[in-house]
Nanobody
Framework: QTQLVESGGGLVQAGGSLRLSCVAP????????VGWFRQAPGKEREFLAA????????KYADSVKGRFTISRDNAKNTVYLQMNSLKPEDTAVYYC?????????????WGQGTQVTVSS
């Protein structure tokens, strides 16, 4: 079963930065739009950002616009989420997801998630 793999999460102080990566072993990643979501304890899953197959089209949630940047390197089969000016409220499990459509509200393929914890 195709699945995405996230990495790059961890513990960071408020105001710091992290870069998350998403890879797709066995998938022709360059054919897919890819997005990032997060889910904090007790809260619903939240869409953050998405990027089209060629890296030109992007979409952001208002809550992260200007702080988070999504990008992709199709030669490395990797999508990134650069997160700057992190706040304690950014603490959550972060997931990447892929779909052939830009941008599907319920993407087809998901990763297992990576924990991001921002301390105050």
């Amino acid at each position: 079963q195709t699945q995405l793999v996230e990495s790059g999460g961890g513990l960071v102080q408020a105001g710091g930065s992290l870069r998350l990566s998403c890879v797709a072993p066995g998938l022709t990643f360059s054919s897919y739009a890819v997005g990032w979501f997060r889910q904090a304890p007790g809260k619903e899953r939240e869409f953050l950002a998405a990027v089209g197959w060629n890296g030109i089209m992007t979409k952001y949630a208002d809550s992260v616009k200007g702080r988070f940047t999504i990008s992709r390197d199709n030669a490395k089969n990797t999508v990134y989420l650069q997160m700057n000016s992190l706040k304690p409220e950014d603490t959550a499990v972060y997931y990447c997801a892929a779909d052939l459509i830009f941008w599907a509200t319920q993407p087809e393929i998901w990763g297992q998630g990576t924990q991001v914890t921002v301390s105050s």
